[in-house]
């Protein structure tokens, strides 16, 4: 079993930036691929970003890509999402994810472990 616990949301204006911290506890959890997903009110959850189990593969949405950066640090498995030049259609719950797979899937259907989430508000 693995527990993940997020951090680091809040209110921000436009263009400024945020750190989202997702500690995963459980002896495997380092092995596991991780994924940021979020939802913002009215539609459906949607992917942000994944990284693999080493750290060395990333994807990101278009709508995230050179703005967003994910990185993962082990003992403990700590997921990081450094979000810089937010936007007001940034506002959403930000959910951590982890999968048992090494190598990350895009669907959420995909993950088998989920944080509580974290809201993630930017103003105009």
């Known amino acids: 079993q693995v527990e993940l616990v997020e951090s680091g949301g809040g209110l921000v204006q436009a263009g400024g930036s945020l750190r989202l911290s997702c500690v995963a506890s459980?002896?495997?959890?380092?092995?596991?691929?991780m994924a940021w997903f979020r939802q913002a009110p009215g539609k459906e959850r949607e992917i942000v970003a994944t990284?693999?189990?080493?750290?060395?593969?990333?994807y990101y949405a278009d709508s995230v890509k050179d703005r967003f950066t994910i990185f993962r640090s082990n003992l403990p498995t700590t997921l990081y999402l450094h979000m810089n030049n937010l936007e007001p259609e940034d506002t959403a719950v930000y959910y951590c994810?982890?999968?048992?797979?090494?190598?990350?899937?895009?669907?959420?259907?995909?993950?088998?472990?989920w944080g509580q989430g974290t809201q993630v508000t930017v103003s105009s």
């Open positions: 994810a982890a999968s048992r797979r090494t190598t990350p899937r895009l669907g959420d259907r995909e993950y088998d472990y």
């Open positions: 459980g002896s495997t959890s380092s092995t596991y691929a």
């Open positions: 990284i693999n189990s080493i750290g060395v593969s990333t």
